[in-house]
Every structure is written in C-alpha cells, then in structure tokens.
C-alpha cells in the first residue's frame, strides 16, 4: 500500500483490537475484544471495509475467515502523527507542545519524559 489513507474512528477501533491480538484473527475475536459492543453484522461490515481499503487480508480456512494487517501499527501512526501536526500546527512539532503546555495539558512528568526521549535520541 503506497498511500495509508486515514480511518473513521470506528474502523480504526477495530485495527487497534486487531494490532493488539495475535494476528490472524477472527471476527468473533474482534467482536469479543473490542472496546465497544458491536453486532457481529457490524463488526463483518468494518472488516469488509478494512479489506477493501487494504488495511486487511482476508484468508479463508474452512467455514472460517481469518483476518491479517498489511498496514502495521506503528505506519498508521507515523501517517497520522505527521498528518495532525501538519492539520493542526502548521508542520510545527514546537507550536503543537506549545498548545498542550498552554492548555495544561503537561505535566512535569511528561516534560520529563519527553526531554528523556529527545535527549536519547541525539537531539
């Protein structure tokens, strides 16, 4: 897949329980480990649509269909990472950090944890 195409909150629900089981799995599995109720219809309907997107490969062993992701987890959250700093900051990692510490939204421990990462990092 070239281009990782952002999903409705819903269908990435059901990849977050997918990514967090060991795949393949079924979609009784999707349903009994998703964070939300959904009907065994609705959960077949999001998977549909996973594979259509190519989010999913769908396998067919017996009278069971076993779901595999093409997109790994941390690809997904790369795109949307620099996809919502792009939206929301301008490309600019400092104006997003600097919201959040406006808004209170920091603690001393997250400041610390990033400073920790940065400076693992070489930066």
Known sequence: MDEIKRLPDAELEVMQTIWALQPPVTAAEVQQNAPKEWKPTSVLTFLSRLCEKGFLRCEKQGRQNY?????????????????????????????????????????????????????????
Do not use: M
């Open 67 to 123: 779901y595999t992701p093409l997109v790994r987890e941390e690809a997904y959250l790369q795109r949307e990472s620099r996809s919502f700093v792009q939206r929301l900051c301008g490309g600019s990692v400092k104006n997003l950090v600097a919201s959040l510490s406006d808004a209170g939204a920091l603690t001393e421990r997250d400041i610390d944890e990033l400073r920790a990462f940065l400076d693992a990092q070489g930066r």
